[in-house]
């Protein structure tokens, strides 16, 4: 798993150095996925973060959504619509 968040990581500082960007609709639907996996996650966690063989997993997959969740906030243009970008993904932990 730490692979995969070196990955993300990489591929975060990558999407900020470039000039290439996603369409504000790509971001939208991506961002609508990535809210549901973050969103069950976060519940069961919620539900089941007692659990020490699920707590950690969760807790991973959580992590993963929220980043996958800036780095396609940050890969919209800077010159998209302020109502696509006024809302930044959140970078609170999930509640437990």
Do not use: C, W
């Amino acid at each position: 798993m730490a692979e995969a968040a070196a990955g993300a990581d990489a591929l975060h500082e990558t999407t900020q150095n470039s000039t290439q960007y996603v369409s504000p609709a790509v971001a939208h639907e991506l961002n609508n996925i990535i809210a549901i996996i973050r969103g069950y996650a976060d519940r069961l966690l919620f539900k089941h973060g007692e659990n020490p063989a699920l707590e950690p997993h969760l807790k991973l997959i959580s992590e993963a959504a929220k980043r996958a969740a800036i780095i396609v906030h940050d890969a919209l243009p800077p010159n998209s619509s302020p109502a696509v970008r006024q809302n930044p993904p959140s970078s609170q932990q999930p509640t437990s």
